[in-house]
């Protein structure tokens, strides 16, 4: 635990200090699950304001940060800081707690794979002393709590950065100043916020801009706008192999002493080989879908940029296992396998899990929710997968949601779209038969895991 001063936390945040100091370990912004002697900041959210809980709070806390007059409320308080904004407060908090660590920090984003990513780095490194995003704490909120979560020796933090609108990532990469920052791919993943790819990609690269300066950008070579990227910091690209710029490499050492190569190439169904300098390594991947063979190199780049000996990477890599409702696989009886993918989705990851049912040699059926933050472009992406799932030779396609019904019609024959849970349980009592693999796949707001445990519990005849 690190101990903080509640004067120096008051002065840095530019709040105004009642009370007695004292030396403080923990923060919160829930009044359920607060600690004795937490600070506790009194944000304002969508459903709760903080300021309800401050005499609840008060009995716990050894310090309020509120924007309220604490005079307003009957109650007694050892301490409180006064501010303008307490979610200002929160993260300038992460920021002052942030700069006393002496512990390396990786900061990761992307469209797909940053959560996979974020707990592989984690599995390779739990050798360690770490702390890391739990669940998706990845927003404005969540990545201050994580940074107000460390300990002082801890040897890595590995932070998560998610966003669904322009301006989102900079805050927080500059408030992170990581020293390995990390795009796992651009794809059209809440595009209704960004109305464009480039858009994405300029959110995604912000990440870049707030490196240290002895700091490594790991990069996706594949991925399309990546030539937009402006920071001088050491680079890592990683990627399918990269003849071209291995080349390149060979005939102009000067010139990309800055930059370094990770290539993979698919030797097996979950095998790779990986190349980096002089390294040769054969890694057998215990994850489905081709897809997770770049974000086996995505963290094997940031792994290497820390100089993790590679035989400890592979190892790690090696009894990585999937994050749940990540292409998780649930074999049931009389051969039915699901396909549990039901975190999330977004159109290239709803072909990555596409593709991957296609190559099972079973019958095969979709569950598709909707793909949401699409915007104008909703019809037209939900379209793309009904007809993309068809020239994969899926068998049924089912869907429920507003604009998964035009997947389910551009699938056409054995498309079904149900306007109801019941009708489609209905429907899966009487269609689920032996020999089949079933994907399920939605946006986390569809929580279409009720029809996985629908599935798993034997709700079927």
């Given at each position: 635990m690190v101990n903080y001063s509640l004067k120096e936390i008051a002065e840095y945040i530019g709040g105004d200090f009642h009370g007695n100091d004292a030396s403080v370990t923990g923060f919160s912004i829930?009044?359920?699950?607060?600690n004795t002697d937490d600070v506790f900041f009194c944000i304002k959210g969508k459903n709760f304001d903080g300021h309800d809980f401050i005499k609840h709070c008060a009995k716990k806390a050894s310090c309020i940060i509120t924007s309220n007059k604490i005079e307003d409320y009957d109650v007694e308080i050892k301490s409180y800081?006064?501010?303008?904004?307490?979610?200002?407060?929160?993260?300038?908090?992460?920021?002052?707690?942030?700069?006393?660590?002496?512990?390396?920090?990786i900061a990761i984003t992307g469209s797909n794979g940053k959560t996979t990513v974020k707990e592989m780095i984690a599995h390779i490194l739990s050798d360690y002393k770490i702390t890391y995003t739990k669940a998706n704490s990845n927003n404005h909120i969540g990545v201050p709590l994580t940074l107000l979560s460390i300990n002082q020796d801890d040897d890595y933090i590995i932070l998560e950065i998610g966003s669904n609108h322009p301006g989102e990532i900079?805050?927080?990469a500059k408030i992170i100043n990581p020293d390995i920052a990390v795009v796992t791919n651009v794809g059209y993943a809440h595009i209704e916020g960004f109305r464009n790819l480039k858009n994405i990609a300029k959110e995604k690269y912000s990440i870049y801009q707030?490196?240290?300066?002895?700091?490594?950008?790991?990069?996706?070579?594949?991925?399309k706008y990546k030539s937009i990227i402006k920071t001088e910091c050491k680079?890592?690209?990683?990627?399918?192999?990269?003849?071209?710029?291995?080349?390149?490499?060979?005939?102009?050492?000067?010139?990309?002493?800055?930059?370094?190569?990770?290539?993979?190439?698919?030797?097996?169904?979950?095998?790779?080989?990986?190349?980096?300098g002089n390294i040769k390594e054969n890694i057998n991947i215990n994850l489905n879908g081709e897809h997770n063979h770049l974000n086996v190199a995505c963290a094997a780049s940031i792994a290497l940029s820390l100089k993790i000996d590679i035989r400890i990477?592979?190892?790690?890599?090696e009894s990585f296992n999937a994050v749940p409702s990540r292409l998780k696989l649930h074999q049931l009886d009389s051969n039915v396998c699901i396909i549990d993918d039901c975190y999330n989705a977004n159109p290239s990851s709803f072909k990555a899990a596409l593709s991957y049912l296609s190559?099972?040699?079973?019958?095969?059926?979709?569950?598709?929710?909707?793909?949401?933050?699409?915007?104008k472009d909703s019809?037209?992406?939900?379209?793309?997968?009904?007809?993309?799932a068809r020239s994969l030779g899926i068998n049924k396609f089912l869907s429920i949601g507003k604009f998964s019904k035009y997947s389910s019609d551009a699938f056409g024959n054995d498309g079904y779209h149900f306007e109801n849970s019941e009708s489609l349980k209905s429907f899966l009592n009487n269609e689920i038969d032996s020999n089949l693999y079933i994907l399920i796949k939605g946006s986390r707001s569809t929580q279409l895991e009720e029809y996985v445990d629908f599935i798993i519990n034997g709700r079927y005849v």
């Open positions: 829930d009044s359920r699950t607060i800081i006064y501010v303008s904004d307490t979610l200002s407060a929160l993260q300038k908090a992460s920021e002052f707690v942030r700069k006393k660590s002496k512990a390396k920090f900079a805050p927080l707030y490196i240290k300066k002895n700091g490594i950008a790991i990069i996706n070579n594949e991925d680079k890592i690209y990683f990627g399918h192999k990269l003849k071209i710029y291995l080349k390149i490499l060979q005939i102009f050492k000067n010139t990309f002493k800055n930059y370094k190569f990770l290539s993979i190439l698919k030797i097996g169904k979950k095998k790779i080989e990986l190349n980096y990477i592979r190892a790690k890599i190559e099972q040699d079973q019958k095969k059926l979709v569950l598709m929710g909707d793909m949401v933050e699409l915007g019809e037209f992406f939900h379209k793309e997968i009904g007809s993309y």
